[in-house]
């Protein structure tokens, strides 16, 4: 007997009774739906384990008499959020679990959610299981280039030397900041060399650097964007920074009120502002260059510059002002945050400290993902994977916001012209009550981020929901569950 072929034969599941099935139980006008469902929850609980394939769509919409149409749009659904892959003669199987759901323990109360958001518990809440993810910041993780970094791998490995394996320089290897150099000049418009190019381990790190080096320089307060990232102001906040908020108009941060807090150096999000969305439009910019020839210092975040889909390119700060701005990126957005792979441009005067502090901090990023990035960048795969992310994201983000207008009635849509995310507003909410909303919502198995957790200061009530990570699907059964959540507090 060919052991092989009974091993692959006793993975295949071609039952007639495959899940127990019964299109009886599908809700009205929802069996493509119902069925996605019913494979997501098979494979979360393994009764379809990884590597498992599935019945063939003709053979499968017969036995549960649907349409075929019925049984590969269900199929295509898991694909695009990872949880199947193959098609045609190779088979669809299984190829991973939902994040979260196969061990999702009981759903926290309401009233201790809300407690958990107050007091600002970031990690807690994004560790979180839940059945629909829409928390912002995350690309399509599904549509990882794995077969490109293979390549770009087996490439580095055939070609790397001995010494390549040993401890290497703590400003990153060569080649990935001469590829990280052209990638900002070809993209952001940004002129640099790969000396003053630093390899970190993501922004969260870069930010951690210049709030150890920065006091030295006389800098113990960083201003910071209000509304703006709840995880960046606890980063500088760990290391002993204070964080005054500037207020956020639908121009950019307030530069005259940024004077106001005193502070010597300003973080901020000029591109493509968190959570807001809105664009530091031109007159603010010439405020802010005025700001910091007078001798203050800007933070400049680039989280996701370079996913626009509605308007032309936002430049760079660090293209204008260079001995002013700290320039801060990473391919978290345009990769996957798991990478853990950033980039830091300094003014000259702090470029000696912040290696330093790289050095002493892990003696530089692992080698090997560096080359293997470099390949992509130099090779022209991660532009095109950018283009393909920017198609699969427009479809996503159209999806959420056709959904917010059919479920969330009143609410108002900020930031859709770029980025991985919106925010969405309510008038009707007094402030604060979307951590409610947010908490109830997460009890339902859907996860979003209250509008007030990324604020100082009283705001209007809102949500900040991702939609890259999610199937379109998901998208608007996630909305529609914030719209039964929303008419349950009105």
């Not at 790190?205 to 201003?223: D, K, N, Y």
């Not at 964007?225 to 005054?244: A, I, V």
């Amino acid at each position: 007997m060919d052991r092989s072929k009974q091993s692959q034969d006793e993975w295949t599941i071609t039952s007639p009774d495959f899940l127990q099935l019964n299109r009886a139980d599908a809700p009205p006008g929802e069996l493509t739906s119902w069925l996605t469902r019913q494979l997501r929850d098979a494979i979360a609980s393994g009764r379809l384990p990884v590597g498992s394939r599935l019945p063939a769509s003709r053979v499968l919409a017969d036995e549960l008499g649907v349409s075929r149409g019925v049984v590969t749009e269900a199929y295509q659904r898991l694909r695009e959020d990872g949880q199947l892959t193959g098609r045609g003669r190779a088979g669809t199987r299984v190829a991973a679990v939902p994040l979260g759901t196969a061990t999702m323990p009981s759903a926290p109360t309401t009233a201790g959610l809300s407690r958990s958001l107050a007091a600002g518990g970031f990690e807690a809440f994004r560790d979180e299981p839940c059945r629909i993810d829409l928390s912002p910041g995350v690309p399509d993780l599904a549509a990882f280039p794995r077969h490109a970094w293979l390549r770009a791998e087996r490439a580095v490995m055939d070609s790397v030397s001995p010494g390549s394996f040993r401890y290497g320089d703590p400003r990153g290897a060569p080649a990935f900041r001469t590829a990280v150099a052209s990638w900002l000049a070809r993209n952001r418009g940004i002129p640099a060399s790969p000396d003053q190019v630093v390899i970190v381990a993501g922004v969260a790190q870069a930010q951690a650097i210049l709030a150890r080096v920065l006091p030295a320089f006389g800098i113990t307060s960083i201003a910071v964007e209000d509304p703006g990232s709840l995880g960046s102001r606890q980063q500088l906040q760990r290391w002993g920074m204070q964080t005054p908020p500037v207020p956020v108009d639908d121009s950019g941060l307030r530069v005259d009120l940024l004077r106001d807090t005193g502070a010597g150096c300003v973080m901020l999000t000029p591109a493509h502002q968190f959570p807001t969305g809105v664009v530091l439009d031109g007159s603010r910019r010439r405020e802010l260059r005025s700001w910091a020839r007078d001798g203050g210092l800007i933070i400049e975040d680039d989280y996701d510059a370079e996913h626009r889909y509605d308007r032309p390119p936002v430049p760079a700060l660090r293209a204008a002002l260079p001995e002013r701005v700290c320039y801060t990126g990473s391919v978290s957005k345009l990769l996957a945050p798991a990478l853990r792979t950033g980039w830091l441009l300094v003014p000259g005067e702090y470029q000696d400290a912040v290696v330093a502090a790289k050095r002493d901090a892990d003696l530089g990023n692992a080698v090997l993902p560096q080359l293997t990035l470099a390949g992509l960048m130099a090779s022209g795969e991660l532009e095109r994977h950018l283009r393909l992310l920017r198609r699969r994201h427009v479809r996503r983000r159209d999806a959420m916001i056709a959904a917010v207008g059919e479920h969330l009635a009143g609410a108002r849509v900020h930031g859709a012209a770029a980025g991985l995310h919106l925010t969405v507003t309510f008038d009707g909410l007094p402030p604060g009550t979307d951590a409610e909303m947010a908490a109830a919502l997460l009890e339902e198995g859907v996860k979003v981020q209250p509008l007030s957790w990324h604020s100082q200061r009283d705001q209007r009530a809102g949500l900040v929901l991702g939609y890259a990570a999610s199937s379109p699907s998901d998208i608007s059964e996630g909305i529609a569950v914030a719209g039964r959540v929303l008419r349950a507090l009105l």
